[in-house]
């Protein structure tokens, strides 16, 4: 199973990306805006992480993520604004405006369907396709599912 998280837009009000497994989108994620990976207050940075079920007194049945560099406890859960993050990967099943803030909508609703699809244990992948300038995106850390794609064609033909 392929988890990966697309970061596609980040403003004042948080980073804002699609959660997909294998290839297809599964629900939109919101984060804190990136603050050089400082605690509570910073998405964290793009790479690949592990993943297992965790709970906590306040959030039940989530996801923790590993190893992250010089952080603890980020948290796969629940919630609508960046308010709600404290560094953690917040779940949604839309795009939505609460307020003057942007954040997103229907998140437990957005979460018990990860709760269905995920296992306990898994590898995520977060890749950073903001643009940076008009037409210039930043180079994933991991390959591209286009450089995958064009590397099983190269590979058919031997």
């Known amino acids: 199973m392929r988890v990966e998280l697309l970061r596609t837009a980040s403003n004042e ?3 804002f990306g699609t959660f997909n497994i294998d290839g297809q989108p599964i629900c939109v994620t919101l984060e804190e805006t990136w603050l050089n990976n400082q605690r ?7 790479g690949e992480y592990e993943c297992e079920k965790y709970s906590g007194t306040k959030y039940k049945d989530v ?9 603890t406890a980020i948290l796969l859960h629940w919630g609508n604004t960046e308010l709600n993050t404290a560094g953690c990967l917040l779940f949604g099943r839309n795009f ?5 803030k942007w954040g ?9 369907i990860l709760r269905k699809v995920l296992p306990d244990k898994f590898t995520l992948t977060i890749y950073d396709c903001f643009m940076k300038q008009p037409g ?13 794609f064009l590397k099983r064609l190269d590979t058919l033909g031997e």
């Open 13 to 15: 009000d948080g980073t």
């Open 40 to 46: 509570r207050i910073s998405c964290i940075p793009a």
């Open 63 to 71: 996801w923790i993520v590993k190893e992250v560099p010089g952080r």
């Open 96 to 100: 939505s405006k609460f307020g003057s």
């Open 104 to 112: 997103i909508g229907r998140s437990r609703e957005a979460f018990e």
């Open 136 to 148: 210039i995106f930043t180079k994933p850390k991991a390959p591209t599912f286009w450089e995958r």
